[in-house]
């Protein structure tokens, strides 16, 4: 009986962690297809609470500011300005090699199928809370990078703000 009772509570526990924190048992693309349906269905605002200038190590001027979400999710965006669109893919490559599992990858065009950039979503460790899902992309010689510790938020962020 006492087994039973374990059981159901181990149940309950499992069932109430996030997807992505279940690590490499759980298949990523289930996890992905999740996140997007999830973020499809959210009606959720977001409102600037910081912001943070510099330089990278790399030589990029970078920008970061903080979202809080109308939920009370943080989400960060961060953009780096490169000198060119060869530096921002060379840096973007960088950024992605450390990824340890790579959901989408596609090359972003204008409606006229010229190159303007390239998207990139990955995770960047088994451990969800160390460093989450990322939402990476190019445009000319621009870095952007969603992050946050709901990926959902993320993909909503990113949405809502096209023309980042």
Not at 25 to 41: C, E, G, I, V
Not at 85 to 104: C, H, I, P
């Amino acid at each position: 009986m006492l087994s039973l009772s374990v059981l159901g509570l181990l149940t309950v526990l499992i069932s109430a962690v996030p997807l992505s924190v279940l690590g490499s048992n759980m298949p990523y693309a289930m996890t992905y297809h999740h996140f997007l349906q999830r973020a499809k269905s959210q009606d959720i605002s977001f409102q600037e609470k910081s912001a943070v200038h510099g330089i990278t190590e790399d030589g990029c001027e970078f920008s970061s500011t903080g979202w809080e979400s109308s939920d009370g999710v943080v989400v960060f965006l961060k953009i780096y300005y490169c000198k060119s669109s060869t530096n921002a893919q060379r840096v973007l490559n960088k950024l992605a090699k450390d990824a340890t599992k790579v959901f989408e990858k596609r090359i972003l065009t204008r409606k006229d199928g010229k190159k303007t950039g390239e998207r990139i979503v990955a995770a960047f460790s088994e451990d969800f809370i160390k460093r989450p899902e990322m939402i990476l992309w190019t445009n000319g010689s621009e870095i952007y990078m969603v992050e946050s510790t709901s990926f959902s938020h993320a993909l909503i962020f990113e949405k809502k703000f096209p023309n980042v």
